[in-house]
């Protein structure tokens, strides 16, 4: 019988290895991804969270056309190119929320603490919470060009504008949720998290020029809806589906989200890593 022979390299002495106390980028990346497919993998098993991505720009676009788009802009067709870009900023965002429910969710079903158990980047599950909800604001941002399209809407601006449309929807989308994955970590209760955050997202939603047009509107009430970010978002949307430009909105947008996640990502990542 033949020896079975093992070769092994020189066992280091503890005192000797040079163990870091921080995760390398490529492992937070993986992790990251992982952590994403969880949260993709969630969805597939619990499908009824999509309901807020799905029904709502479908229920939305029906009501709001056909409701408004005669008395404000003659008939249905003309309501589309003003209304289509309004319901998509409006449905994104407020499904930003779901990143800090979902967040405080997981945290009180000690989720995290199990985690913590794990060789994983510490990091790893909030950044993958908020990457796997990126795809939740692709969906309705799909569907709801999608559903315009159906019913009649041809963006002059051409398929490119309306995919840069979309990716700055996406992209404005996701540095808010930073903002509520804050409020996800520091509040007590899910339903508390979603409480405030749609007190603060119902009124720069709905006083916006999202629906109706800014000139109908009283003075003090102007001004507001002027300022307001969300105004300045539906503004550079309009202006890319409708005619390809790339305006101040737009540029606009893009800082305030930079400013949201030079704020809010630090807050939130101090907060996160204290109890995780």
């Given at each position: 019988m033949s020896a079975l022979t093992l070769t092994a390299g020189p066992i280091v002495p503890a005192a000797e290895r040079r163990l870091s106390p921080r995760a390398g980028l490529s492992l937070i990346l993986r992790n990251t991804i992982t952590m994403a497919a969880r949260g993709l993998i969630k969805i597939r098993r619990t499908?009824?969270?999509?309901?807020?991505?799905?029904?709502?720009?479908?229920?939305?676009?029906?009501?709001f056309t056909y409701i408004f788009g005669g008395a404000i802009s003659g008939d249905v067709a003309n309501y589309l190119p003003v209304i289509i870009p309004g319901i998509l900023v409006q449905t994104v965002i407020t499904t930003s929320v779901v990143t800090g429910v979902q967040l405080r969710e997981d945290m009180d079903?000690?989720?995290?603490?199990?985690?913590?158990?794990?060789?994983i980047a510490r990091i790893a599950p909030l950044s993958g919470a908020l990457l796997a909800d990126t795809i939740r604001y692709g969906i309705a941002t799909v569907l709801t060009f999608t559903m315009g399209f159906l019913m009649g809407f041809r963006p002059a601006g051409g398929l490119g504008a309306v995919i840069g449309a979309g990716l700055l929807v996406i992209v404005?989308?996701?540095?808010?949720?930073?903002?509520?994955?804050?409020a996800g970590v520091i509040a007590r209760?899910?339903?508390s998290v979603q409480g405030i955050s749609m007190?603060?997202?119902?009124p720069l939603t709905f006083l916006s020029n999202a629906f109706v047009p800014v000139d109908t509107m009283p003075?003090?009430?102007?001004?507001f809806v002027n300022v307001n970010p969300v105004s300045h978002l539906v503004t550079a949307v309009r202006d890319l589906v409708n005619t390809g430009a790339f305006g101040a909105d737009a540029w606009i947008s893009l800082l305030g989200a930079a400013i949201i996640v030079a704020v809010f990502a630090?807050?939130?990542?101090r907060a996160y890593m204290r109890k995780a």
């Open positions: 499908p009824e969270q999509l309901v807020d991505v799905t029904v709502q720009p479908i229920l939305f676009t029906l009501m079903k000690g989720v995290f603490d199990r985690f913590r158990s794990l060789p404005c989308a996701w540095a808010i949720s930073w903002i509520f994955a804050f209760t899910a339903s007190l603060i997202l119902f003075g003090w009430l102007r001004w630090p807050l939130t990542v």
